[in-house]
């Protein structure tokens, strides 16, 4: 069956780095499209980024060039590169595809 695995999560200060992983197994990788959505409690799910299975990319208007999604098809692997993290982009972090979702990693940007 499908499966999406994320890591990479954890605490940093404003301004920092951070790199998520969405390591994936149970389907063709390199056939689909591969997303990153945010969630906050209480709201609903924000689009991140995404990248096709032709290596175009796509985010959402709040990244302003501070993230870059990647993907490494001999290891069935998505990534996010995310720089200049501000307070505000504290959430848990999903990858999917399809109707599929990974279970998330938590990101929280805090001094």
């Known amino acids: 069956q499908v499966q999406l695995v994320e890591s990479g999560g954890g605490l940093v200060q404003p301004g920092g780095s951070l790199r998520l992983s969405c390591v994936t197994s149970?389907?063709?990788?390199?056939?689909?499209?591969m997303l990153w959505f945010r969630q906050v409690p209480g709201k609903g799910r924000e689009f991140v980024a995404s990248?096709?299975?032709?290596?175009?990319?796509k985010y959402g208007d709040f990244v302003k060039g501070r993230f870059i999604v990647s993907r490494d098809n001999a290891k069935n692997t998505m990534s996010l590169q995310m720089n200049s993290l501000k307070s505000e982009d504290t959430a848990r972090y999903y990858c999917?595809?399809?109707?599929?979702w990974g279970q998330g990693t938590q990101v929280t940007v805090s001094s």
């Open positions: 999917r595809t399809g109707v599929n």
């Open positions: 149970g389907f063709d990788f390199r056939l689909y499209e």
């Open positions: 990248i096709t299975s032709t290596f175009r990319t």
